[in-house]
Antibody, heavy 120, light 106 residues
Framework: EVQLVQSGPEVKKPGESLRISCKGSGYSFTRYWLGWVRQMPGKGLEWMGIIYPGDSDTRYSPSFQGLVTISADKSINTAYLQWGSLRASDTAMYYC??????????????WGQGTMVIVS | IVLTQSPGTLSMSPGERATLSCRANQTVSNNYLAWFQQNPGQAPRLLIYGASTRATGIPDRFSGSGSGTDFSLTISRLEPEDFAVYYCHQYGSSPTFGQGTKVEIK
């Protein structure tokens, strides 16, 4: 089964660091862009950035550049989203997602279940 | 690119036709415009990509149209499971989402 499985919920304090993960299975992980989307409580979707695990080419939204780091370990088919110093405003649900087509950035059609991050 | 969706909320009855709008402040390159549906507590689901192509498994009551800066999603006959929040998304240049339209039961 083709799926993305994300790590579990996190409760952290302001100033702490955090890395959440997204593991792909059932497909060629290195050939599909993988992105991250934020959804703050009761709010809409925000595109954060994407990575191509094959060569670690990474693109960020200007709104998130410098605030988070996206990475991938292709040896274990896992992508990461990390913060060096969390803020209360980072409290949100974070989704990883993948387009339907390999080797091209298209709209996301496969989504992880989401990771809730609470900073308080 | 800033995407503005209207209306913010659409109050409809089952069986009615719903039309949602998404306007961009710049041309969306290659009509790289998608629509997503999101139900409470769930991840978004891709409905439409390339402005008008239905994603796999999406019923034909969903249709997308438009080009350039003006796009729309039409649900021809609302089913109970269609009452949800809908987002447009441009993935052509520094991808962004619209703020969403909630389709609620009247």
């Amino acid at each position: 089964e083709v799926q993305l499985v994300q790590s579990g919920p996190e409760v952290k304090k302001p100033g702490e660091s955090l890395r959440i993960s997204c593991k792909g299975s059932g497909y060629s992980f290195t050939r599909y862009w993988l992105g991250w989307v934020r959804q703050m409580p009761g709010k809409g979707l925000e595109w954060m950035g994407i990575i191509y695990p094959g060569d670690s080419d990474t693109r960020y939204s200007p709104s998130f550049q410098g605030l988070v780091t996206i990475s991938a370990d292709k040896s274990i088919n896992t992508a990461y989203l990390q913060w060096g110093s969390l803020r209360a405003s980072d409290t949100a649900m974070y989704y990883c997602a993948r387009p339907a087509v390999a080797d091209r950035y298209e709209a996301f059609d496969l989504w992880g279940q989401g990771t809730m991050v609470i900073v308080s | 690119i800033v995407l503005t969706q209207s209306p913010g909320t659409l109050s409809m009855s089952p069986g009615e036709r719903a039309t949602l709008s998404c306007r961009a402040n710049q041309t969306v390159s290659n009509n790289y415009l998608a629509w997503f549906q999101q139900n409470p507590g769930q991840a978004p689901r891709l409905l439409i990509y390339g402005a008008s192509t239905r994603a796999t498994g999406i019923p034909d009551r969903f249709s997308g149209s438009g080009s350039g800066t003006d796009f729309s999603l039409t649900i021809s006959r609302l089913e109970p499971e269609d009452f949800a929040v809908y987002y447009c998304h441009q993935y052509g240049s520094s991808p962004t989402f619209g703020q969403g339209t909630k389709v609620e039961i009247k």
